[in-house]
């Protein structure tokens, strides 16, 4: 059950093998990637990104806040009014959040969804779920 005030939306994967949450339980925001069996059901959190600590204005006065998956299912973006706050990229194995300036969120460039998160970079996604 979701409780009140809390701000949710996913997004399954074009392959349907995934799908990706977002949550800001308006303290945080954070997306669980999650891996779907055969039905279509969530198997468990396999991974997670955090995204912000309160935001202001708050995530529901943005406009445009979904997901962007590419053709293949191996690359998702977390997009916010056109600007992409963080990346989870499966060929690479790395996920991403956006930096931070002056406490605002900067966009991660469009070169790292092309290209892909290099090691350098972000954290490992986790691609399974831990008993």
Not at 26 to 37: A, D, R, V
Not at 42 to 53: F, K, R
Not at 67 to 92: H, P, Q, Y
Request: with cysteine; hydrophobic share 40%.
């Amino acid at each position: 059950m979701i409780e009140e005030g809390t701000f949710v939306i996913e997004s399954v994967s074009p392959n349907e093998r995934y799908v990706c949450v977002f949550e800001d339980d308006g303290e945080t925001g954070y997306i669980y990637f999650c891996p779907l069996n055969s039905s279509g059901d969530m198997e468990g959190v396999a991974d997670s990104l955090w995204i912000y600590d309160q935001i202001a204005p708050p995530i529901e006065a943005c406009e445009e806040v979904g997901f962007a998956w590419d053709d293949r299912s191996s690359k998702v973006a977390f997009i916010v009014d056109g600007e992409c706050w963080g990346m989870l990229d499966l060929n690479t194995k790395r996920k991403l959040t956006a930096p931070r300036e002056h406490n605002a969120i900067v966009s991660l460039p469009m070169e790292l969804w092309e290209v892909g998160i290099p090691a350098s970079e972000g954290e490992p996604v986790q691609m399974s779920v831990e008993s």
